[in-house]
């Protein structure tokens, strides 16, 4: 095979001028709507050929047409009418022809075919039924209505009048918000024995009482003036919460001698806001006087002092309100104040209502004529005196039917509905003794003093901690253990959490109650517990449970 020369390769790749118009490098242009834009050749201004890229698409490698090449900024039309079909004479087999047109179809259908489709969609059948509509119109209609009327009450209620829903007993504004649960159940959830627990609002009242007696007393003490500006700050930063003039007014209302209050002027301040010329609320502490000196400094003594009298006034306030309570019930009980330790067990005391505020000194207002209405009431007041009274007495006389009639108190809590009619088959008098052991039952609950109370405790215990004592002698086999033993294995086997001292404690009150089934033995410095193990268990639980039931009711 002869071997091909250099040269005849270059002759054979030179290229000719139509084989250069051929190679031109392809035009991008925007696609046409009818045919794709030609190839033109870019001239190379250096003067030497320049040899130009094949595109990787190979609808560039198609033939050129004879047409002149469009512009090279071409507007974009997107009409339905260009984007060809795929049924048209114009749409390109090739897959790159397809491409491209379902671009154009996706551009042309966002720009000019969705007016064509609403149609379409509005031909589809609704899953909506006609019932449904009715429904939903009706209730369109009813709302429209709501609206309206709400609308026209808020008007009236702005006027002054008095709407349609308030008229019809159904306030159109929304009813008092509940307090929080731990407000509402907060003499359930407190510690230790219950006693005479103070609600919720009078412990707070209470707390705000201390920290206000807190600050004046340290403002008394350095011989500055205490004003309620101040009072207020600190008290705030005490306790976290808001303390208002109402708070001061409820704490006058509980105890009247704790301060002297006044309005005055004139007091340094040091506050852009409060002018030196403007009435302030001035608090002042009252001392007790004893032998004729006054006391010119509020010691912690004097705090401690005022801080249980002020718990003692609203424990007496609660105690009204439990006796008007025990005065409603069906019998009407009556308990002793001196042997009261407890409220009765139906008596709400978070319910209790709130105190209402003194009225405090207010500034003096003046009288400013800025009108000449203003100086017409004025002249008024020029009259002569048989006039003034003339006119005086009219206006009593014309107030007297409309003066307003005097409330009774509300009471803390309703009593226990009584039942319309007796039982049937129940005589009466049944009813009636069992309504007064229930009465006696309260009565001794109400009165218990503490030391019963963790007596009987002690005895609501005893029948499970003696099952546990017999068990604990049948397991060890011998007649008698030392208290420390014996109390060491019932703690450990008790299901409450008790110390060996509180055990010892429950051991002996058994002993005192059943000295025939358990006795206790003094032997030099150890106490030995003895236990009747061939004693019935049922029969010394029953004997416990009687002795338990007898204390209650005393």
């Given at each position: 095979m002869a071997q091909r020369r250099l040269t005849d390769f270059f002759a054979h790749r030179r290229p000719g001028p139509r084989a250069a118009l051929s190679r031109t490098k392809p035009t991008w242009g925007t696609p046409s709507s009818a045919k794709p834009a030609p190839h033109v050749r870019v001239p190379n201004s250096g003067g030497r050929r320049k040899r130009a890229r094949l595109p990787d698409d190979p609808a560039c490698n198609e033939p050129t047409r004879d047409e002149p090449a469009p512009p090279a900024r071409r507007k974009l039309k997107l009409t339905a009418d260009v984007v060809p079909g795929p049924g048209s004479a114009e749409a390109p087999s090739s897959p790159e022809h397809s491409s491209l047109s379902k671009k154009t179809k996706k551009v042309a259908l966002s720009a000019g075919q969705l007016p064509r489709l609403a149609p379409q969609e509005d031909k589809v059948p609704s899953k909506i039924t006609f019932s449904e509509f009715k429904s939903c119109l009706k209730r369109a209609r009813e709302l429209g209505a709501r609206v309206q009327e709400l609308k026209a009450s808020a008007q009236r209620n702005d006027a002054g009048e008095p709407s349609a829903l308030e008229a019809n007993g159904h306030s159109s504004r929304p009813s008092e918000e509940k307090a929080p649960a731990y407000q509402r159940f907060h003499a359930l959830a407190q510690p230790g024995p219950p006693g005479l627990v103070l609600p919720y609002k009078y412990q707070v009242l209470a707390e705000m009482f201390c920290s206000m007696d807190t600050i004046v007393g340290m403002l008394f003490n350095r011989l500055e003036t205490v004003t309620f500006a101040k009072v207020k700050k600190g008290v705030q930063d005490m306790m976290r919460k808001r303390f208002e003039e109402r708070n001061v007014g409820q704490i006058k209302t509980v105890y009247p001698a704790s301060y002297r209050f006044r309005q005055e002027r004139n007091v340094p301040t040091f506050k852009d806001d409060v002018k030196r010329s403007d009435y302030q609320l001035t608090i002042e502490p009252l001392l007790d006087q004893e032998d004729g000196n006054t006391a010119t400094q509020l010691t912690a003594s004097h705090l401690l002092q005022r801080r249980q009298v002020f718990s003692q006034n609203l424990v007496e306030r609660v105690r009204?309100?439990?006796?008007?309570?025990?005065?409603?019930?069906?019998?009407?009980?009556?308990?002793?104040?001196?042997?009261l330790t407890r409220w009765h067990p139906r008596f709400n005391v978070d319910e209790v209502p709130d105190i209402e505020p003194a009225e405090l000194p207010q500034p003096p207002t003046t009288e400013k004529l800025a009108t000449a209405q203003d100086v017409l009431a004025r002249a008024r007041s020029l009259m002569s005196p048989r006039m003034e009274k003339a006119l005086s007495d009219l206006a009593l006389r014309r107030a007297e039917p409309s003066s307003p009639l005097s409330f009774s108190p509300a009471l803390p809590a309703t009593p226990p509905p009584t039942p319309p009619a007796p039982l049937k088959g129940v005589s009466q008098d049944l009813l009636e003794r069992i309504r007064a052991k229930e009465m006696q039952k309260q009565l001794a609950q109400m009165t218990r003093r503490p030391e019963q109370e963790q007596r009987l405790q002690r005895l609501e215990r005893l029948p499970e901690l003696a099952r546990v004592l017999r068990s604990i002698f049948v397991s060890e086999r011998k007649p008698a253990l030392t208290m420390e033993v014996a109390c060491a294995r019932m703690v450990s086997s008790y299901h409450v959490a008790m110390s060996p001292g509180e055990?010892?404690?429950?051991?002996?009150?058994?002993?005192?109650?059943?000295?025939?089934?358990?006795?206790?033995?003094?032997?030099?410095?150890d106490t030995y517990v003895k236990l009747d193990k061939a004693a019935d268990l049922a029969g010394v639980t029953e004997r416990l449970a009687r002795l338990t039931r007898a204390e209650e009711v005393l």
């Open positions: 009204e309100h439990h006796r008007v309570f025990l005065a409603s019930l069906s019998p009407p009980m009556v308990v002793p104040e001196d042997q055990m010892e404690k429950h051991v002996q009150l058994l002993s005192e109650l059943l000295p025939d089934w358990l006795s206790l033995h003094r032997i030099r410095m």
